[in-house]
């Protein structure tokens, strides 16, 4: 029982990430993005090989969409839904992402801000936020509380990273 889908793959840019050994290099996943997304879509579809799943390949892809936004000049965000491993994977991205800016910053910061940064999209920068569980209201203002607990927490996950 085979199942084939058809569509025209013109409106789409297609990046593909490679290992290289002694015998050459092997694809180890993909990832594309429409030529011109209305949505400002950065990526459409996203996928790691099983052999190299778990070795901070899908990551990369997902980093290197957000750094074209930036040489864009543009934010941007997946297509929606994500599959529930695209979200854990995309939420780690933008965790980490986010948590990186509001460390470097001393002084108060906006979202829109963050995403200037970032190029992650203003929507996935909130959502995030509330994932972590990190805003919080003082006086009427929605502030951003970063505990001990996720400092060390994003060291962790950072020093995987090295």
Same mark, same amino acid.
């Given at each position: ?9 013109? !409106?789409?840019l297609f990046y593909f990430g490679t290992e290289k050994d002694a015998a050459g290099c092997h694809l180890l996943g993909y990832f594309s993005k429409e030529k011109e997304s209305a949505e400002e879509y950065n990526g459409a579809c996203i996928l790691t090989l099983p052999c190299y799943q778990?070795? /901070?390949? /899908?990551?990369?892809?997902? &980093? ?7 040489? &864009?000049? =543009?934010? /941007?965000? !997946? ?37 200037? +940064? ?6 996935? +920068? ?9 805003? =919080?209201?003082?006086? /009427?203002?929605?502030? +951003? ?16 990273? =090295?």
């Amino acid at each position: 029982d085979h199942t084939m889908l058809s569509f025209a793959s013109d !409106p789409f840019l297609f990046y593909f990430g490679t290992e290289k050994d002694a015998a050459g290099c092997h694809l180890l996943g993909y990832f594309s993005k429409e030529k011109e997304s209305a949505e400002e879509y950065n990526g459409a579809c996203i996928l790691t090989l099983p052999c190299y799943q778990r070795m /901070g390949y /899908g990551r990369l892809l997902i &980093e290197f969409s957000y750094e074209l936004s930036k040489v &864009e000049g =543009k934010t /941007g965000s !997946p297509e929606k839904p994500l599959s529930d491993l695209g979200l854990l994977s995309y939420r780690a991205y933008w965790s980490e992402t986010i948590i990186g800016v509001l460390r470097k910053k001393r002084e108060p910061i906006s979202v829109n801000e963050i995403a200037e +940064i970032t190029s992650i999209k203003p929507d996935d +920068i909130i959502s995030t936020l509330y994932h972590l569980n990190i805003v =919080k209201y003082y006086k /009427g203002l929605s502030c +951003i509380v970063l505990t001990e607990e996720l400092l060390k927490s994003h060291d962790r996950a950072m020093g995987k990273r =090295k």
